[in-house]
């Protein structure tokens, strides 16, 4: 127990020993836990498949298992198994602090043993029926993310969040959007189908269905259109030709219409999204999937600091309502794949509220499928706030004012992506999504909302737990849902139990921080070593620029040579690597002109060569479209802990150190 007046966020732990039982170790100090946890489990659900009907006769006799044909079948899968296992040898060492790439580290030993076991009983978590353990789990870990982003979730108050988990951010995003066209696109459809009808009145319509604004309808709020919604079902319920009256709102919705046919109807244009240039590609696919087409995905610029300008989205915005076309959405990413920095989320509420005054309405999406958990450094044990004072008492850097402001305002947000198999460290397969209020299910299950009294809060937790009936999944595993469920109960979901974990990566980025700036001191002479962009999280990217060199294009063929030495050669054993890292590129077009000529100056590179775009993207002529850049994904538990040979990050200061110069050694301009 941690006394009342005790910090929220422990002292730093050098030695790390708080996570040393939570994996399985870089050498596998922990594989006795691991094999005295899964065979006595193992053995456990053996003995529950024997106690279901004891009565039962054997499936497979012992007379079959000593034949030959049974022990060649056994050996065939052992064979199998040993090929598999020898070509996995050449997988990433992701378990390993020499491996600073991508978004992957070692699993939390409690969610791996959870998601090996629990697949042992195969439950399928489309339903109660398929899953009637683990579907509660996920319904469980909803909630518990959804609280985590400061969404309320008591099932009395309104509106109450709800979340489950989906097979990635990808997918995630893609529901997001699905949700968001459904709830945008509601309030036309009822203008249309009962306007002029001798519901008009009773629902707030026009007597004449030629008076319908279908743009003053698709700008509705979500809290208006889900109260019109109500509305609806309570005059309904009242009616005894409900179903005909059900019927004609269906036929007018696009989930029936499909989204040409929709918007002809209401006379209105193609709808849009406005997303920073640093969204993941899922975005234009999830453009494409719902029939939105993806050039209606209007990119907004970004900063110095690679987070979105919120005048260009303010520019768009404004650009929208000139033309009066619909703006569907407005996305913020809280932890961008590329560089890990936190769009400005206070301002894009801040956006949404100046547009609604003037009669535009949108929904806010957060892809926080990296950030998303470290939203557990700001959240207290007793729910409420860290506050920022006592952060930067723990950190030397993290978090900055607009990064501690963009975290405070998730509880705004509409709907948010999650990835716990990112920083949730659990295996890949297992994302998340998270809506503020759960009314959203109404707008796309497959069975209808009066079948359920959503003034009654156990009939509306029946309705989450129709998982199948309101997701894009059908099918989806209940052993994810019992691994997130474990991590969050050895870790719970504040700064006392995951917020350490996460914690710790934010040590790393700060020790990789700190540890450049002195190599490049010593390194000045020869070249310009440096951080193009700031980190805002745990992601850390250099650059590497020779001597008194202005050219872009000339820095981005030394830092592919210097990644060189970081890659890793499938042709080669992993073994010979020191370090195993990654690469991304900071495009020119995406960065305001104000932006790429401060990042140019940062990196003593002629502004002017830096274009949007260049007339060669081999790095051989004078000008570039793009900054080469080395990236680090600080996840690795074991990177700032002091070991016989010294801490990890220290060692790959030194190595990045002498790569660098080795490849200035042989660098020829």
């Keep these: 127990m941690h006394a009342d007046n005790s910090p929220e966020l422990p002292a730093k732990d050098p030695d790390s020993a708080f996570f040393s039982p939570l994996f399985l170790g870089s050498a596998g100090e922990n594989e006795a836990v691991l094999e005295r946890l899964l065979t006595s489990f193992l053995r456990d659900h053996v003995h529950w498949r024997r106690n279901f009907h004891p009565e039962d006769p054997p499936s497979i006799h012992v007379a079959e298992q000593l034949r ?208 920073p240039r640093t969204a993941h590609y899922s975005w234009p696919k999830a453009m494409q999937l719902l029939g939105l087409g993806d050039a209606q995905l209007w990119y907004a610029d970004l900063d110095s600091q690679m987070r979105v300008d919120p005048m260009s989205v303010s520019a768009l915005l404004d650009r929208a309502f000139a033309q009066r076309i619909p703006v569907l959405s407005v996305v913020a990413v809280l932890g961008t794949t590329e560089f890990g920095t936190i769009d400005p989320l206070h301002e894009m509420i801040r956006l949404r509220a100046h547009c609604a005054a003037r009669g535009q309405s949108f929904l806010i999406h957060v892809d926080a499928a990296w950030g998303g958990y470290l939203s557990t450094l700001l959240r207290r044990s007793d729910g409420g706030w860290v506050p920022r004072a006592e952060l930067r008492q723990r950190f030397r850097h993290f978090p900055s004012e607009p990064v501690y402001r963009a975290f405070r305002a998730l509880p705004e947000a509409d709907t948010v992506t999650v990835d716990p198999h990112k920083l949730g460290y659990l295996p890949f397969g297992t994302g998340a999504f998270v809506a503020r209020d759960r009314r959203m299910t109404r707008l796309v299950g497959q069975r209808p909302p009066y079948l359920f009294d959503e003034a009654n809060p156990a009939l509306r937790r029946d309705r989450l737990g129709e998982l199948g009936d309101y997701i894009i999944e059908g099918s989806k595993p209940g052993a994810a849902a019992a691994a997130a469920w474990i991590n969050h109960r050895v870790l719970p ?177």
Excluded at 204 to 209: I, K, M, S, T, Y
Excluded at 609 to 615: C, I, N, P
Excluded at 642 to 663: K, M, N, P, V
């Design 68 to 275: 030959p044909a049974f022990a060649e079948a056994v050996g065939a899968t052992e064979q199998a198994l040993r090929v598999l296992s020898a070509r996995l040898k050449r997988s990433l060492p992701l378990f390993s602090p020499r491996y600073v790439g991508h978004m992957t580290s070692d699993l939390l030993l409690p969610g791996l043993l959870a998601e090996l076991i629990t697949t042992l009983y195969n439950p399928n978590n489309v339903s109660a029926e398929a899953a009637p353990v683990t579907l509660d789990l996920e319904i469980e870990v909803g909630q518990q993310l959804a609280s985590m982003l400061g969404f309320a979730t008591d099932e009395a108050s309104v509106p109450a969040a709800y979340g489950h988990l989906t097979s990635g951010g990808t997918l995630a995003n893609v529901e997001g959007l699905w949700l968001h066209r459904a709830l945008r696109f509601f309030a036309p459809s009822v203008a249309r189908a009962f306007a002029g009808t001798e519901l008009a009145v009773e629902l707030g319509l026009p007597d004449d269905a030629a008076d319908v604004d279908a743009w003053q309808w698709i700008n509705r709020d979500a809290d208006s259109t889900f109260a019109l919604q109500d509305r609806l079902e309570h005059v309904l319920a009242e009616r005894g030709d409900a179903a005909r009256w059900r019927e004609r709102l269906r036929t007018e919705r696009v989930e029936h219409l499909g989204i040409g046919a929709w918007l002809s109807r209401q006379d209105l244009p193609a709808p849009v999204v406005i997303a």
């Design 493 to 669: 979901l504040d700064s006392r139990g995951f917020g350490r974990l996460c914690a710790n990566t934010l040590d790393a980025s700060e020790a990789l921080y700190d540890g450049i700036a002195a190599c490049a001191e010593r390194l000045a002479p020869r070249c310009r070593l440096l951080l193009p962009v700031e980190p805002d999280t745990n992601l850390v990217c250099l650059v590497v620029n020779p001597g008194d060199n202005r050219s872009p294009a000339l820095m981005n063929r030394l830092m592919r040579s210097l990644f060189g030495r970081f890659a890793n050669d499938a042709k080669s054993p992993v073994q010979l690597r020191e370090f195993i890292g990654s690469h991304t590129s900071l495009l020119r077009r995406n960065l305001t002109p104000a932006a790429a000529q401060l990042v140019a100056e940062r990196c003593g590179i002629d502004a002017s060569l830096f274009v949007a775009e260049a007339s060669a993207r081999n790095d051989s002529g004078g000008t570039a479209d793009h900054l080469f850049l080395l990236r680090h994904t600080l996840m690795n538990p074991w990177l700032t802990r002091d070991l016989e040979g010294g801490r990890f990050i220290d060692r790959y200061l030194d190595y990045l150190e002498a790569s660098i110069l080795a490849t200035l050694e042989g660098f020829v301009t």
